[in-house]
């Protein structure tokens, strides 16, 4: 008799050439997401220096919550589109505006234009990570979905990685933090071209994936667009009622979000943490703060995804295991780095960012896998939306708030065992999700 939680062997099917070539085409999408807006991170000393008006942490901070602010309305609405017309075109479009939207920040003069180049950055932005991670949960089946979730993640911590070099860039006379950015936003607006001639969509049965209950007619002549907006609401509305009338999905919404507080933090203020409490180089302080932890995590969501795809041979919770074991990492690893200016000691900090790498690596490559057991696959993409905008929103107060209280004084110990103590809840939320039949191999019903 077969254990109770064994995946039925429907779930099992091979998985295609294209499905694999879906990754490496989204790969260095991932880099250039997090690189272009990592970057700024290391190179704070230098931006402040060259914009004056940014004046103090305060506004710096309310600059990096303003990005996180607006990416997280508009995920939602970028995970919608996604799911409802094509994942194709919102990734290629989001990648050529958040592109040329980077090029252009390393032109502003002002605080003013430099927030409003973050906040336009967070626009586009939002449109592609929900869309690339349902696409690649499309075209991947439950046994290798983690897999290929945590190659595409290894993207993004390349990206992080890459940006904390930044800081040494910034320091170069005959480059500066200007170039940077012109030639980050060049890069993406040239690869944007080809990416839309050889990336497509799933296609089931001879048709592109769309939402049931879109009219024939409506794909014939449209491509998806409804015919009245007053149509449109009731749709969004079903599919808000069935997301959010599932408790497993609204424990998956604070799961990600809580430890995110932390990582926002962790990710944006970290260079300047290490060159303040230990007083290092704009460049080292950078490399510092990236390097170690992007890279543990970038091994470790490697690891974590045959982990968590073999754990599902053996159970439909693997992924949940896989993932809860990440958050306890994570705890021990922020009370190493809060305590560790006091204690004087770098190693303990970077050891604590290890640390970090390796719990997030197994956290991170099984958000999306984790949220297909718990939603059909046309509502993956708005799914992902809706817990991007609500990680994203708390991140955004959670850099504001952190740089109000270091112009306070606030110890960083205190911080950073507040972050630990959420990491724990955290652990508990993530084991109380139970997986569900959403349809994977047979049409979705309407939401």
Not at 224 to 247: A, C, M, Y
Not at 253 to 267: E, G
Request: hydrophobic share 50%.
């Amino acid at each position: 008799m077969s254990h109770p939680d064994t995946l039925k062997p429907s779930a099992a099917m091979p998985t295609s050439r294209y499905a694999w070539t879906v990754v490496a085409l989204l790969f260095p999408v991932a880099l250039l997401n997090y690189l272009d807006r990592q970057m700024i991170a290391s190179m704070k000393v230098s931006v402040m220096r060259d914009i004056p008006s940014v004046g103090s942490e305060e506004n710096w901070g309310h600059m990096l919550a303003q990005f996180k602010w607006v990416y997280a309305v508009f995920s939602p609405i970028g995970g919608y589109i996604a799911d409802r017309f094509s994942k194709r075109y919102t990734i290629c479009a989001s990648l050529f505006v958040w592109s040329a939207i980077t090029w252009w920040t390393g032109h502003v003069q002002t605080f003013d234009e430099l927030l409003l180049a973050r906040s336009l950055m967070g626009i586009s932005e939002a449109f592609y990570i929900p869309a690339a991670l349902a696409l690649i949960a499309d075209h991947h089946g439950m046994l290798t979905r983690s897999r290929a979730v945590s190659i595409h993640q290894m993207g993004i911590y390349c990206g992080v990685i890459v940006g904390g070099f930044a800081g040494y860039l910034a320091d170069a006379p005959s480059l500066g933090w200007r170039f940077a950015f012109d030639i980050t936003g060049l890069m993406g607006v040239l690869y944007a071209v080809p990416l839309l001639m050889l990336l497509k969509d799933k296609w089931r049965g001879g048709e592109v994936t769309i939402p049931a209950g879109v009219s024939t007619d409506q794909r014939a002549t449209s491509r998806g667009f409804v015919r009245s907006l007053v149509d449109e609401v009731v749709k969004i509305l079903r599919t808000l009622w069935t997301l959010f009338s599932n408790l497993s999905f609204i424990l998956l919404v604070l799961y990600f979000t809580l430890p995110a507080i932390a990582a926002w933090v962790v990710r944006d203020w970290m260079p300047a943490i290490l060159q303040k409490e230990f007083n290092i180089s704009q460049g080292h302080a950078g490399v510092s703060a990236a390097l170690y932890w992007q890279a543990a995590a970038l091994v470790a969501a490697v690891g974590a995804g045959v982990l968590a795809d073999r754990w599902m041979r053996r159970t439909d919770r693997g992924r949940i295991y896989v993932s809860a074991l990440g958050m306890l990492l994570i705890v021990p690893a922020l009370y190493s780095v809060g305590n560790a200016p006091s204690a004087g000691s770098f190693p303990l900090a970077i050891f604590g960012l290890i640390l970090f790498g390796i719990g997030w690596g197994f956290f991170d490559c099984n958000n999306m896998p984790i949220l297909s057991q718990v939603v059909g696959p046309n509502l993956r993409a708005t799914g992902y939306g809706i817990m991007n905008f609500v990680s994203m929103m708390a991140g955004g107060i959670a850099d504001w708030t952190f740089g109000i209280m270091r112009d306070r004084g606030v110890a960083l110990n205190s911080i950073f065992t507040s972050f630990a103590g959420v990491c724990v809840l955290s652990t508990i939320l993530v084991l109380l999700i139970r997986p569900r039949d959403t349809g994977e191999n047979r049409s979705q019903a309407s939401p």
